[in-house]
Antibody, heavy 117, light 111 residues
């Protein structure tokens, strides 16, 4: 069974940093692009970042470029999102998702990130 | 990376059909056959319903269908059932980057 499970969410002060992790299982991890998608409370979805199969290509939405870094460890079947200089508007549930073509076919349950003083 | 435009709400009675539109530009929806649709129930993760405009993943009922004309994509849900009541989001590649955009979401109510 395909599973992706996020961890690492929590409360952080504005300007602070946080690392989200995603543990993948049930599929050949290094055969798939992976991504992070977020959803602010009561709001819609935002496509945050992509990473290709070997980690050599990374893409970000404009508002997080230079602040967030996506990475993967294929030996450990894990995906990470390093978030720096966090702002209140980054508060959201962050989903780890498996890419399938241009879509996301498997999603985690989400990790809540709250940026507040 | 501007969000795609969806109507905030749509509704239909059980057994009827409802169609949701997703309007973008010639740089996203109009330029790629890479439109996807997701269903999200409250407190749950989104679920992929349609990919590459018209394709259904395994397990998705054929009551769900997708189409596209110009810069507007559409999702039609036929034979509405109570469990179809949810938020629906479209997405598309946008521009030359491999990052896409989502629509703002449409809340479907089964009357």
């Amino acid at each position: 069974e395909v599973q992706v499970v996020e961890s690492g969410g929590g409360l952080v002060q504005p300007g602070g940093s946080l690392r989200l992790s995603c543990a993948a299982s049930g599929f050949i991890f290094n055969s798939h692009w992976m991504a992070w998608v977020r959803q602010a409370p009561g709001k819609g979805l935002e496509w945050v970042a992509n990473i290709n199969r070997d980690g050599s290509e990374k893409d970000y939405m404009n508002s997080v470029k230079g602040r967030f870094t996506i990475s993967r460890d294929n030996a450990k079947n894990s995906l990470s999102l390093y978030m720096n200089s966090l702002r209140a508007e980054d508060s959201a549930v962050y989903y780890c998702a498996r890419r399938f073509s241009s879509s996301f076919d498997y999603w985690g349950q989400g990790a809540l990130v709250t940026v507040s003083s | 990376q501007s969000a795609l435009t969806q109507p905030p709400s749509a509704s239909g009675s059980p057994g009827q059909s409802v169609t949701i539109s997703c309007t973008g530009t010639s740089s996203d929806v109009g330029d790629y056959n890479h439109v996807s649709w997701y269903q999200q129930h409250p407190g749950k993760a989104p679920k992929l319903m349609i990919y590459e405009v018209t394709k259904r993943p395994s397990g998705v009922p054929d009551r769900f269908s997708g189409s596209k004309s110009g810069n507007t994509a559409s999702l039609t849900v036929s034979g509405l059932q109570a469990d179809d009541e949810a938020d629906y989001y479209c997405s598309s590649y946008a521009g030359s980057a491999l990052i896409g955009v989502f629509g703002g979401g449409t809340k479907v109510t089964v009357l």
